[in-house]
């Protein structure tokens, strides 16, 4: 038993110590870029740590930015447990958005003890409506899900931007009208002084709900069980008499939703109406952060955070150097990160080897 | 005599470790110019990767290799080609959108004008090794419509184009119908008579005594033996294999035809029909009928309609016509599902048990409970109990001598005998009234066969029904009560115990009348 | 009327060809990228660095030529970086290409800034000299669009594509390496080195559709690929992996937009959103058909592991 205990913690902190070493890389190599626009990068990231870590707000900006983040990086880490691959989270997020935002200004009379469980429900629903069409296809037809559902994240803005320009947007501006008073949901400042002026609110305790939800479902449920067999090895798990295409429609669609539920932190915590562009990649960078997060609910809280983190960082060091060096270390940390994963299997590999 | 001559192959010392395993310990080979020679071992003694290493896709970790008497290090397979060796896979190596002519070029094309493909000389030169060496193909064919016989004798001139004079042929014959292998050896025979030198990697004695020169024989990784074929008896060599004295009987009573009478049919099929994978009509109209308490056994050349069988059996595929009853109930092949068959009294045991038959990346005790995780000894509708599950696990691992007796290391981790004890334990501990078991030791040690061996009739003698089937005709003919030939979809014929031997069945195999 | 309708069609398919010409040169290095087994989901990136690094060249030398040079080189490192992360680790190919995406659109905005002290756009930089083609560059609308080198330049890519692809062993092997790179290994070639070369070559050839995108416009502006390089995947799943059938889709696909831009140019507003909507619907339809499923090479997007 201890012997089981010291080589999962020892394969664990492999896991985090590569990942680590990762990031770390990803910011030296950043700061060839740095350099390379004659600017000092320890005083960039220094200014970064100062500007985020040290200062409330930027916390409370960086927990704002985190949280749809954390939604969608469940979101893609649920797909990959059962071997799918939804790029679709952008497209998902924003459909559920589109309906969050519309049950939010049509349904104005309800009550908020209504209409904000309709609200967090539509965006739900949203994204499973838009993942239903790539889940049905992969389950019927065969047809991959990476390509339906990058077709799929088009068609969502094409529409989208439709509705919106023909039907929806408040004279003079590019946004829908707002919704109504009982769908807003309370921001943090409210509670914490410290936080004063960031929109960070309560859909991030929603986010982080769904990490515990997600953690049992995956590894206490007989769904779970299922799922991982299917991602695992779905050929051995369908003999087994579980059966795969319920399993992977029914993912493909909770995947959808969490996508969906990312648009609440937007729709009901901060601006309150529907704007083309409001996802801001947020459905792309979940699964940087499923990545990073190895697709564990409390690595996923982890990586969002960086995330979240370096797309404040934006602001922070805009003063400094051009602010797009934060979009460079958001690729690097991905290509660092899956260029690392051959090496987590080659240690994991080689420890196995030497207690076996 | 023999240290003055010249030899083709000369492997010494080899050592080639994957992980901790070795594969191939202190290994040599030697084989004489223009000679067949066999090289023969059980499952998993280390043949392949042998061959693998003097064809330069693994590098040994010690040891010496000498081609036509000189030392030589070998890179990759492109170093093995130019030293004139070449291999035919277990697995073919084909690209199966492209020609015949294509494949045999890629590689080394023939070029026109500095930089185009010459079509026309590949095809040409194609075309004349296919009449030199009779291999009967057409260089135009694309690959993916192509027999797996005709799939060989490409592999072969694929060899014969890159001018090989040693060809290594990893279990050549193990994918041949009866016709094919024949076929097959007048190939060999001639390709040795035109003084190439062929190394034949195969498990088949018959095969070896048939066409080798010479036998080496390879035990856990290492060289017991060489010998000469005149020289050698089956059991000589099955006994060199095995490293004791091989008992091909299993102990046990068969059923007499006065007790199968006497018992309920647990399984009757009527008149199957359905369709391959591929589109082929893989049953055509197969009826069979098994008892209560009996050990059906099928014999036949794989591809002949076996896997359809099983499929349809375990829910996983639906037939174009026929009906199946099983322990009493007409299956409604429209709701059929494999949880159905489970739930209706079944068990199978795969054929393939790292495709099929386990998730390896689970733990023992997780593949303990694959497909009866839902059972109410194990979950309910929101979690599973893993207290019950460690229990079961601990408990199967056990009684079934699972090795190491650790039910949470990864499948993965353990021997193939000891991953089919896993899948045997797991599909025995149904309790099933009829028992589905397909190739259940392939690939296993004698030690495990035994086990499952005796595992499946003390099943039998609890009164479940079981149909095995198995490409091993000893196995079949030592556990069967009864045995049926299966042949292009369609039962060739029924005997009973003892009535029947391998010279009789495999003439049935092929299509022959008994 | 008549001589309104002759304008109309010419201006059509001037609009045609200039909408197109990015599709077909992306759509051709994601072909040869994929019959290799590597997908290249970073075209789009691939696209911006190009047009990019055109406009940075042309404008430090002066030279436009210098500029699709400059262009070419810059496609070339920025899809090694894809096929170092693909190729030699393993890494997943949609994630890589996902991350090569961002990581353009980064950089181009880093350096613009830097360059042209800009955040949306660079100076104006001139294009390339015509290449008068007699009878051709005379007539109106369309002569000023033929007699630009990168059509020529693109035509002659289209079948040099599809020449190597299919009649060169440089061709056989990559379609080999991407439907079974394990038989190709077996026979001496050297999968990883053709997957390289496939990536490399898709990076040159979608860095060439961004030079007609900066050229056309004599600048660069921030994000102008504009999500050109996924219409190319599409036009590459259209065509079937075949070069010149994925050049024919990009041209219908570029056909579909100058539609609407000539139905909007005479008064009949179509909402733009169902014409930009036509790619991606066409392409769900095509995945959904079954005719499509075995076209693609077997291995395309599973890294090879060499034993």
Sequence with gaps: MTMKLSKTSKGFLINIGVTLAAILASFIVGAFFILLVGVNPLSVYWKLFEGIVLNPYGLAQTLFKATPLIMTGLAIALGFKANIFNIGAEGQMVVGGFVCAWLGFTFSGLPAFFLVPLCILGAFLGGVLWAAVPAILKVRTGAHEVITTIMMNFIALALTNYLVTYFFHLPETVHTQLTSQAAFLPRLDQYISAFKGSPANVTLFLAVALCAAFWWLIWKTPYGYETRAIGLNPSAAETGGINIRRNILLTFLISGGLSGLAATNFIMGYKHYFEEGFSQGVGFMGIAVALVGQNNPFGIIFAALLFGALSHGTLVINALVPKDIIQILQALVIFFVISANLLIKKYTAKLNEDRS | ?514 | MNEFLQIFTLALLGTTIRISIPYILAALGATVSELGGVVNIGLEGLILIGAFCSVLGNHLTGNPWLGVLCAVAGGMLFAELHAVVCIKFRANQIISGLALNIMAVGVTKFFLKYFFHSSSNSGRISGLPRWDIPFLSGVPVLGDIVSNPLILITLLLIFAVFYTVYKTPFGLRLRAVGENPEAADTLGVNVYKMRYAGVLISGALAALGGVWLAYDQHQFTDGMSGGRGYIALTAMIFGKWNPLLAALASLFFGFAEAIQIQLQTIGVDLPVQFIQMIPYVLTIVVLAGSFSKSTAPSADGVPYEKQ
């Design chain 2, 1 to 514: 005599m023999e240290t003055t001559e010249t030899f083709a192959i000369e492997l010494s010392g080899v050592t080639k470790r994957f992980g901790g395993i070795y594969a191939n310990k202190d290994a040599s080979l030697k084989v004489r110019k223009g000679e067949i020679h066999a090289l023969v071992g059980e499952n998993g003694a280390g043949k392949s990767t042998l061959m693998k290493i003097l064809y330069g896709m693994y590098r040994p970790d010690a040891g010496e290799i000498k081609v036509n008497g000189r030392a030589v290090t070998l890179k990759s397979p492109k170093d093995a080609i130019d030293l004139r060796i070449g291999m035919v896979h277990q697995y073919f190596m084909l690209v199966k959108t492209l020609t015949v002519a294509e494949n045999v070029v890629l590689g080394e094309e023939p070029v026109k004008n500095g930089f185009s493909m010459d079509y026309a000389g590949a095809r040409e030169e194609t075309r004349r090794l296919i009449e030199k060496f009779n291999l009967l193909l057409d260089p135009d064919a694309l690959v993916s419509n192509l027999s797996v016989g005709e799939e060989q004798r490409l592999e072969i001139l694929k060899i014969l184009y890159r001018k090989a004079d040693i060809l290594i042929l990893d279990e050549p014959t193990a994918v041949l119908t009866p016709q094919e292998i024949k076929y097959f050896f007048d190939i060999i025979r001639k390709l040795s008579s035109e003084g190439k030198t062929v190394v034949l990697i195969t498990h088949k004695l018959k095969e070896v005594l048939a066409l080798s020169g010479s036998v080496t024989v390879m035990r856990q990784g290492a060289t017991v033996a060489r010998v000469e074929t005149a020289g050698a008896t089956e059991s000589s060599l099955a006994q060199l294999m095995v490293g004791r004295p091989v008992v091909f009987q299993v102990e046990r009573a068969p059923r007499t035809k006065e007790e199968l009478e006497k018992s309920d049919t647990a399984l009757s099929v009527r008149e199957l029909k359905a369709m391959s994978a591929k589109g082929h009509a893989a049953l055509n109209g197969l009826s069979l009928e098994i008892k209560k308490g009996e050990i059906f056994g099928i014999a036949g050349v794989e591809g002949n309609g076996q896997s359809e069988l099983i499929e349809i059996l375990t829910g996983l595929k639906r037939p174009v016509s026929g009906s199946v009853v099983m322990l009493g109930k007409d299956i409604d092949f429209s709701r059929n599902s494999p949880r159905r068959m489970f739930d209706s009294g079944i068990a199978h045991i795969p054929e393939d048990r790292h495709k099929k038959g386990l998730v390896l990346d689970y733990s023992v005790a997780e593949n303990l409970i694959l497909g009866r995780h839902r059972e109410p000894a194990f979950s309910t509708m929101t979690a599973i109990d893993f207290k019950s599950v460690a229990a079961f696990s601990a408990k199967a691992a056990g009684d079934y001598g699972i090795y190491p007796p650790r039910t949470d290391l990864r499948a993965g981790a353990l021997s193939g005998g000891n991953q089919q004890k896993i899948v045997v334990a797991r599909e025995l501990s149904r309790e099933p009234r009829l028992l589905i078991v397909s190739q259940p030791t392939r690939g296993v040690d004698v030690g495990a066969i035994e086990f499952i061996h005796k595992k499946i009739i003390e099943t039998r003698d609890l009164g479940c029904a079981v149909l095995l089937i198995s490409a091993e005709l000893s196995e079949i003919l030592s556990l069967s009560d009864r045995v049926g030939v299966i042949y292009r979809g369609q039962l060739a014929g029924v005997f009973g115990a003892g009535e029947v031997g391998e010279e009789q069945l495999g003439l049935l195999m092929m299509g022959g009348k008994a």
